[in-house]
C-alpha cells in the first residue's frame, strides 16, 4: 500500500491538470513514481522532458531498457522492474538476459554496445563513478554522447526507482497468488531426485551451489519471498519456519524421502549423501565444521544486518548502519587473516567455503569493496571463476 494518498485526476488543481493531460496524451508515463511527482507539476513535467529527450537520444531502445533493468535490480525497486521487465520483453530483449540481471549476473549480451551499456551502468550503482579503464573503454565502444546518454539515464532512472521505494509504490496486478505458484510445483510422486526450494539471497544461492558442485540430480524451485510465497501454506509444510532454502531427496537415506531446511544443514547433508566437499578424516571435519558453523551462524547473519539496515530499511538509522558496516569490516577482516596462510577455510575447497562465498560476493565484491582485504579477493576471485559457482548464479532454469 502506497505511502501517500493518490490523487485522482479529478481532484487535481488546474496546474496538475495541465501537465498530466499532456503527459497522457503524448502517451507518457502518469501512474507509478510520478503519482508523486504530480504534487511538483514543475518536477513532474520536467521529468517527462527529460525522459523524451533521452528516449531520442544516441542510445537504441534496447541500450536503454538494459541500463532501467541494471538500475532497478540494483534498487530492488518492484514497480518500476515490474514496468522494465514488460517493455523489454516488447522491445525484444530475451527472457534469459532479464532473468540474469534479476539474478545479480552477467547476462550474455553478444551485442557489444549493450555489454558496455550493462557494464557501464553495474560499475556507476556499485562504485559511484567508472575506473579510468571502464571509461576509456565505454567512450571507444559507445561514443561521447551515448556515453553521456547513458550516464543520465541511470541516474533519472535511478531517481525513479528511490521515489518508487520511498512512498512503496507497487503496481497493481504483479501480486500472483503465492499458493497456487507453488502448489503446481509442490505435488505427490515427483520424480525428481531433489526439489530445492529457493530465491536470490544470500542462503539461497548456498544449496544451488553445492548441488552444482556435486553434479547431482536437482530441480530448483524459486520462492518469490518478495510475493510472499514462502508463507504458502504448501511450503510450510517443507519449511515450517517459512525461510529459504529448503530441500526434499526423494532418494534419502534407505530410499526414504528427506525434507530438510536452513542452508548449514542442507549443505552438510549434501556432503555427506555425495560423499563430496567435505573431509573423511574425522580431525579434518572439526576444522571444516568450525568456518561452516560461523559463517552460517555469524557472519551471514551479521551480513545480512548489515544489508538490511544500510539498503532494505525504509527507516534510516545512522548508528545501525555504522555499527552494521563495521561488525561485517571486522568479520572481513577475520577471514582475511585466515585465508593470509590458507588457501581455503577447511583445508581443501569445502562447504565451509560455500557458505561463506554469498555474502562476501553480494556485499563484500558491490559494497565494501575487497581492495583491503587482499587475501579474501583471491580467495573468492578463484571461487568465482569455478564453472559450477557460475551455473549456481545464473538464472534459475526455465
Not at 54 to 61: D, F, H, K, Q, V
Not at 213 to 236: G, S, V, Y
Amino acid at each position: 500500500m502506497a505511502r501517500i494518498a493518490i490523487i485522482d485526476r479529478a481532484d487535481m488543481n488546474a496546474e496538475q491538470a495541465r501537465v498530466y493531460d499532456v503527459a497522457k496524451d503524448s502517451g507518457g508515463p502518469v501512474g507509478g513514481p510520478f503519482l508523486a511527482y504530480i504534487r511538483l507539476p514543475k518536477l513532474f513535467e520536467g521529468i517527462h522532458t527529460m525522459r523524451a529527450s533521452l528516449a531520442s537520444g544516441p542510445l537504441s531502445r534496447r541500450e536503454q531498457q538494459i541500463v532501467n533493468l541494471t538500475v532497478a535490480r540494483h534498487w530492488g525497486a518492484r514497480y518500476p522492474w515490474f514496468a522494465q521487465t514488460r517493455t523489454s520483453l516488447a522491445v525484444g530483449i530475451d527472457q534469459a538476459v532479464i532473468d540474469a540481471i534479476n539474478a545479480r549476473a552477467t547476462p550474455n549480451l553478444p551485442n557489444a554496445r549493450e555489454r558496455m551499456c550493462f557494464t557501464v551502468a553495474r560499475e556507476l550503482l556499485a562504485d559511484k563513478g567508472l575506473s579510468d579503464a571502464t571509461y576509456a573503454a565505454a567512450e571507444k565502444t559507445l561514443g561521447l554522447e551515448s556515453l553521456v546518454a547513458l550516464v543520465a539515464t541511470t541516474g533519472s532512472f535511478s531517481m525513479t526507482c528511490m521515489t518508487a521505494n520511498t512512498f512503496a509504490i507497487e503496481a497493481a496486478g504483479c501480486e500472483p497468488d503465492p499458493a497456487r505458484v507453488i502448489a503446481q510445483y509442490i505435488q505427490p510422486g515427483r520424480q525428481a531426485m531433489i526439489d530445492c526450494y529457493t530465491w536470490m539471497t544470500d542462503n539461497g544461492y548456498k544449496p544451488r551451489m553445492m548441488l552444482e558442485e556435486c553434479a547431482l540430480p536437482h530441480k530448483i524451485i524459486p520462492i518469490n519471498l518478495r510475493e510472499k510465497a514462502q508463507m504458502a501454506t504448501e511450503f510450510m509444510k517443507i519449511s515450517p519456519g517459512h525461510k529459504i532454502p529448503a530441500i526434499v531427496d526423494h532418494d534419502g537415506p534407505g530410499g526414504a524421502s528427506v525434507t530438510l531446511c536452513e542452508s548449514g544443514a542442507i549443505l552438510k547433508y549434501l556432503a555427506e549423501k555425495s560423499g563430496k566437499f567435505y573431509p573423511r578424516d574425522a580431525l579434518a571435519r572439526v576444522k571444516v565444521d568450525q568456518w561452516l558453523f560461523y559463517g552460517s551462524a555469524t557472519f551471514t547473519t551479521l551480513a545480512q544486518q548489515f544489508g538490511l539496515w544500510t539498503k532494505r530499511s525504509p527507516v534510516k538509522a545512522p548508528p545501525a548502519q555504522e555499527h552494521y558496516e563495521a561488525t561485517l569490516r571486522d568479520m572481513l577482516g577475520i577471514l582475511d587473516r585466515h585465508l593470509a596462510s590458507n588457501e581455503y577455510f577447511g583445508g581443501a575447497y569445502s562447504i565451509a567455503d560455500m557458505t561463506m562465498y554469498s555474502d562476501v560476493h553480494l556485499h563484500g565484491v558491490n559494497e565494501i569493496g575487497l581492495a583491503d582485504y587482499r587475501n579474501v579477493k583471491r580467495w573468492h576471485d578463484a571461487i568465482e571463476q569455478r564453472p559450477a559457482i557460475q551455473r549456481a548464479w545464473g538464472p534459475f532454469p526455465a
